[in-house]
């Protein structure tokens, strides 16, 4: 079990009787899920781990971005007052703005809610959720398309999928009002990147304020670098102390109570389960 300890077909070649693998985060970059299940081993992540430190980050970061707040306190680090910025002709308040959400987990949902406050209408796309789980939790659902065309910010939370990379592409940016800012605090992936370093250079939206990058750290020849209208961050949104110091008990309570014989809640791979290999291994450590 660890936090970004590689799992590989060769580490599990190295530890044939390996039958459990614990991330302690929701990412799973760095284990071979597929093999895993091949080979009959269980995967455990956490997730929602650090739902509320992203989800903080997130409105801090949309906040940061609108109001030039990095880019202000940057000019007086180097001994400028700076008053004028980009988008110094439409700075925004948050209050009535259209909030769109795409993605609507654990990181999701807290966005919302601690938007709440700030009363703005939340649009959200996500066909895994539950419609009226969000019109509960104040949101309403809307198509891609007419998230991206009616938000004035737009904020990803999606899961990373073999099907869904790149889902953010030229035409939806295309999609977005000039005054709307994009807000990436989940995955560089979701994204295709030129085509959004293009509408920034092109000045086709306000800003964006991103934490996830392609290649970390960032690509030094990256054109993000040579904008005034992009708030960059090392992707540090999930990294707090709460969310590091609870993750690894939340993960060691999970496989705890899956060996106790209950429900586990953060299964990756249950196909596993049916397994005969694996059954019989269970029945092992009951005798």
Same mark, same amino acid.
């Given at each position: #079990?660890? !936090?970004?300890?590689?799992?590989?077909?060769?580490? #599990?070649?190295?530890?044939?009787?390996?039958?459990?693998?614990?991330?302690?985060?929701?990412?799973? $970059?760095?284990?071979n899920?597929? $093999?895993?299940?091949?080979?009959?081993?269980?995967?455990?992540?956490? #997730?929602?781990?650090?739902?509320?430190?992203?989800?903080?980050?997130?409105?801090?970061?949309?906040?940061? $971005?609108?109001?030039?707040?990095?880019? +202000?306190?940057?000019a007086?680090?180097?001994?400028?007052w700076?008053?004028?910025?980009?988008n110094s002709?439409?700075?925004?308040? !948050?209050?009535?703005?259209?909030?769109?959400?795409?993605?609507?987990?654990?990181?999701?949902?807290?966005?919302?809610?601690?938007?709440?406050?700030?009363?703005?209408?939340?649009l959200?796309?996500?066909?895994?959720?539950n419609?009226?789980?969000?019109?509960?939790?104040?949101? $309403?659902?809307a198509?891609?398309?007419?998230?991206?065309?009616?938000?004035?910010?737009?904020?990803?939370?999606?899961?990373?999928?073999?099907?869904?990379?790149?889902?953010?592409?030229?035409?939806?940016?295309?999609? #977005?009002?000039?005054?709307?800012?994009?807000?990436?605090?989940?995955?560089?992936?979701?994204?295709?990147?030129?085509? !959004?370093?293009?509408?920034?250079?092109?000045?086709?939206?306000?800003?964006?304020?991103?934490?996830?990058?392609?290649?970390?750290?960032?690509?030094?020849?990256?054109?993000?670098?040579?904008?005034?209208?992009?708030?960059l961050?090392?992707?540090? +949104?999930?990294?707090?102390?709460?969310?590091?110091?609870?993750?690894?008990?939340l993960?060691?309570?999970?496989?705890?109570?899956?060996?106790?014989?209950?429900?586990?809640?953060?299964?990756?791979?249950?196909?596993?389960?049916?397994?005969a290999?694996?059954?019989?291994?269970?029945?092992?450590?009951?005798?």
């Amino acid at each position: #079990m660890g !936090l970004f300890v590689p799992v590989s077909s060769k580490v #599990m070649d190295a530890m044939p009787e390996l039958r459990l693998v614990g991330v302690s985060r929701a990412g799973l $970059e760095n284990v071979n899920v597929a $093999e895993a299940t091949k080979r009959g081993i269980l995967v455990f992540n956490v #997730m929602g781990r650090n739902a509320h430190a992203v989800s903080d980050f997130t409105v801090g970061m949309m906040l940061a $971005e609108c109001r030039n707040i990095a880019r +202000a306190h940057h000019a007086i680090k180097t001994g400028n007052w700076r008053k004028t910025f980009v988008n110094s002709d439409s700075i925004p308040e !948050l209050g009535g703005k259209v909030i769109g959400l795409v993605g609507f987990g654990n990181i999701g949902s807290l966005v919302a809610k601690k938007l709440s406050g700030f009363e703005v209408t939340v649009l959200v796309y996500d066909p895994y959720a539950n419609p009226e789980d969000i019109k509960a939790a104040g949101g $309403e659902p809307a198509g891609l398309e007419e998230l991206f065309s009616t938000s004035d910010f737009v904020s990803i939370h999606a899961r990373l999928t073999d099907a869904n990379k790149k889902m953010i592409n030229a035409h939806l940016l295309g999609l #977005m009002k000039p005054t709307a800012y994009f807000i990436n605090t989940g995955r560089a992936g979701l994204v295709d990147q030129d085509a !959004l370093a293009a509408a920034l250079q092109e000045k086709r939206i306000m800003g964006a304020a991103l934490d996830v990058f392609t290649t970390e750290p960032i690509d030094p020849n990256s054109p993000f670098l040579t904008l005034d209208n992009v708030t960059l961050t090392t992707h540090l +949104a999930g990294t707090t102390s709460d969310a590091l110091n609870n993750s690894p008990f939340l993960l060691a309570a999970d496989v705890a109570r899956f060996l106790g014989g209950e429900k586990a809640r953060y299964i990756v791979n249950p196909e596993v389960l049916e397994q005969a290999d694996f059954k019989a291994w269970l029945q092992t450590l009951k005798a």
